[in-house]
């Protein structure tokens, strides 16, 4: 069974820089996991931040970015700031005319 | 603007079934595949399905596969999600996304969810 693993929390400083990676138990990401990554404050929906790996969302702000790093997808915040402090989701396509999609378990962002 | 409204969740015995729709606003709604997903309370983010834009195609998570089914009415800009044979584990919040266009891969548009609670 495939899983997709994320770090469970990372912290940064306001201003800093925090990358939050996206891996598979088995393999490596590549693009054709269009891999797209959420954001999730407490008692909201999620909001789009970035799809098919590194294009961002209307509306997010360019400080989110997002890339493959060696062989895990990765979003980086980049100047974080206090309202970045909350949930991040990555989300990979397994493919192959499969139609499925798989959460990873989400990384809690705190800034401070 | 684009809009999603979930509805049909609420307490429900183990056992029974259940339907969810997701009402579309604000966009042409048979041009975007449509998934749900669920979060258990406190707890992370689910995908469960996706129907294509004719909803001729559907595909499932492996841990919901026969357990849920999901489908949609055109001519109703409306999304469905049939829960049968509730499990306690079923209790979630329960959200519809928009797709990307026709494609099954990732999503844009969010709804606000309908909870969900199986409860005896």
């Known amino acids: 069974q495939t899983v997709v693993t994320q770090e469970s929390s990372l912290s940064v400083s306001p201003g800093g820089t925090v990358t939050l990676t996206c891996g598979l138990t088995?393999?490596?990401?590549?693009?054709?996991?269009?891999p797209s990554w959420y954001q999730q404050t407490p008692g909201q929906a999620p909001r789009t931040l970035i799809f098919s790996t590194k294009f961002r969302s209307s509306g997010v702000p360019d400080r989110f970015s997002g890339s493959i790093l060696g062989n895990k997808a990765a979003l980086t915040i980049t100047g974080a700031r206090t309202e970045d402090d909350c949930d991040y989701y990555c989300v990979l396509y397994l493919g192959s005319g499969s139609g499925i999609s798989v959460f990873g378990p989400g990384t809690k962002v705190t800034v401070l | 603007q684009v809009q999603l409204v979930e509805s049909g969740g609420g307490v429900v015995q183990p056992g029974k079934s259940l339907r969810l729709s997701c009402t579309a606003t604000?966009?042409?709604?048979?041009?975007?595949?449509m998934h749900w997903v669920r979060q258990p309370p406190g707890k992370g983010l689910e995908w469960l399905a996706v129907v294509s834009v004719t909803g001729q195609n559907d595909f499932y998570a492996d841990s919901v596969k026969g357990h849920l089914t999901i489908s949609r009415d055109n001519s109703k800009n409306t999304l469905f999600l049939q829960i049968n044979s509730l499990r306690y584990e079923d209790t979630a919040l329960y959200y519809c996304?928009?797709?990307?266009?026709?494609?099954?891969?990732?999503?844009?548009?969010w709804g606000q969810g309908s909870l969900v609670t199986v409860s005896s």
């Open positions: 604000g966009f042409t709604f048979s041009d975007f595949a």
């Open positions: 088995s393999g490596s990401v590549t693009t054709d996991n269009y």
């Open positions: 996304a928009r797709g990307r266009g026709y494609s099954y891969v990732g999503f844009d548009f």
